[in-house]
């Protein structure tokens, strides 16, 4: 018995569409969870967010323990009343932060042990302390397995090992985790580029049995081709009947080809970064407005969209801002760029329900390379 329910509208090849539903609503796949890293969706307010239609974002257990710290948090009544978020969180484990942040990260069989980026202030990150944080002291609606994430380029045997470490970890993260009808528990496959590994990996997975799955291990360098390679196998590992959650991803073409490929939910700090950095996500690529050629462009980024930051500012505006440097156009362009990763969500969904997606992923593939 699952916690939250996942019923499928439609498929469409491999791609489908649907409905997850939580005790903080419904979310609709596919899905894009824009990264509130801090406790914030950089740069926007929750008002801006949920107007751009996104239906639930993501936390960061890493960056929340070491400050505010998730026992104040707790206290304070939880990520959702803290920060004001009503809709559906999902929050990452902290492995992947531990890794790649951390001063010193060891890694036993027990836990992983780290310096904090922040102060050098030492911590040990166990599953069960991991759960402890997401579910009880942050009160997450989507909590993830503690796991460990290989650098790339990745060899076979420590690509092996961190996957069966993995798994184990997911097995105590499980028992931790007990029986929370409000919450629901997602397992995290690993095993690199390495096609066996991931079969074991989602076998093992399956054998524990979670309320979804996610497809981890990718987009740490590897590239959009090799990522593409993987995701013609992987999803198709895990259990057809859960959401299928591709961490870490990504740029709008690679949205599009893992859809094509049964993946349903997604998470990245793209378009908040680009935003703080001059650039822009449109249906014709990206856009890069700190470019003089943008100076005196009268038009807005997407006269169509329903975002005031995409359609009601010409170019030449927020490239003023940008070469400015004035804060208004990290605001604008983020608000922009998350209203465009939803826009493309919501567009996916629709070409699925109506049997048109192969049509809809050459006519983007074509518009992006133009």
Known sequence: ?????????????????????????DIRTPAFMPVGTAATVKALTVDQVAS???????GNTYHLMLRPGAERVARLGGLHRFMR???PILTDSGGFQVMSLSKIAKVTEEAVAFQSHIDGSRHIMT???????????????????????VAWPAEAPAAEAAMQLSARWGARSKAAFGDRPAQALFGIQQGSTFKALRQESADRLVETGFDGYALGGLAVGEGHAAMCDVLDYAPAMLPV?????LMGVGKPI?????VARGVDMFDCVLPTRSGRHGQAWTWEGSVNLKNARFAEDDTPLDPT??????????KAYLHHLVKSEEI???VLLSWHNIAFFQALTAAMRAAISEGRFTAFIKDFRDRQTR
């Open 1 to 25: 018995m699952t916690a939250f329910p996942f019923e499928i509208a439609a498929t469409d090849g491999a791609a489908r569409t649907g409905v997850l539903k939580t005790a903080r609503g």
């Open 52 to 58: 751009t239609g996104a239906d639930i974002i993501l």
């Open 85 to 87: 978020w009503e809709k």
């Open 127 to 149: 599953p069960e302390r991991s759960i402890e944080i997401q579910a009880e002291h942050l009160g997450s609606d989507i909590v993830m397995q503690l796991d460990q994430c």
């Open 241 to 245: 009947d859960r959401p299928r959650y």
């Open 254 to 258: 690679d949205l599009v080809e893992a």
């Open 305 to 314: 969209s329903d975002c005031p930051a995409s359609s009601q500012y010409s």
């Open 328 to 330: 208004l156009s990290q």
